[in-house]
Structures are given as C-alpha cells and as structure tokens.
C-alpha cells in the first residue's frame, strides 16, 4: 500500500503564503489525480484542488485564483501553494489520490492563520 506524507503546514498571519508537499512512498504506479482537500472543525471535509496526469486541474470556487496545485509526476508528489492565507482558510489539510484503482490518504498537516 502506497502511503502519502504531508508537510508544509504551519501558523501564519493573515495575507501570508504557504507551499504544502504531499509525497508519495516509493512506488512505480502513478497516482492519478492526485488532490488536496481541506477539513475545517465541525465542518465536512471538502475538495480543495485536484491534479489530473495530462495537466487538467480543478479547483473549488472558494480557492479559485488563491491557491495552484502543481506536481511533480515521476516523484508522486503533489504541491498546493496558498496565498493571501485568510480565516476561511485554517483547517486540516490533507492529500489523496487514487493508486492502483484503491484510495489513498495522508494524515494531513494542519494550517492555521491569525488575523
């Protein structure tokens, strides 16, 4: 089973920037798409952006413009660059993907910004 790590995540104060990295264990299968999603207390977790092989991304409305999902696809990694970090933004955020036809999950890296 493939296992992906967060990292990246941290406190900042409002307006600033942060680059989260989801690394995949070694594996020769490509994860396809590989996406962020993000986990706010007392709220469901939702899709944040996704990452498709071919370079077709997606991203949920709320993030449209302030976050880029990048990758690096023969490492299996996966990169979210955040700016202009707001209070709509604290949350757990965690990697997924799909490996082998099965789900994959990391244990998420939290995010947190003081105004």
């Known amino acids: 089973q493939v296992q992906l790590v967060e990292s990246g995540g941290g406190s900042v104060e409002a307006g600033a920037s942060l680059r989260l990295t989801c690394a995949a264990s070694?594996?020769?299968?490509?994860?396809?798409?590989m996406a962020w999603y993000r986990q706010a207390p007392g709220k469901q977790r939702e899709l944040v952006a996704a990452f498709y092989l071919g370079g077709t991304t997606k991203y949920d409305d709320s993030v449209q413009g302030q976050f880029t999902i990048s990758r690096d696809v023969a490492k299996n990694t996966v990169f979210l660059h955040m700016n202009s970090l707001n209070p709509d933004d604290p949350a757990v955020y965690c990697c997924g993907g799909v490996w082998r036809g099965n789900s994959c999950w990391g244990q998420g890296t939290q995010v947190t910004v003081s105004s």
């Open positions: 070694r594996t020769p299968f490509t994860i396809n798409p």
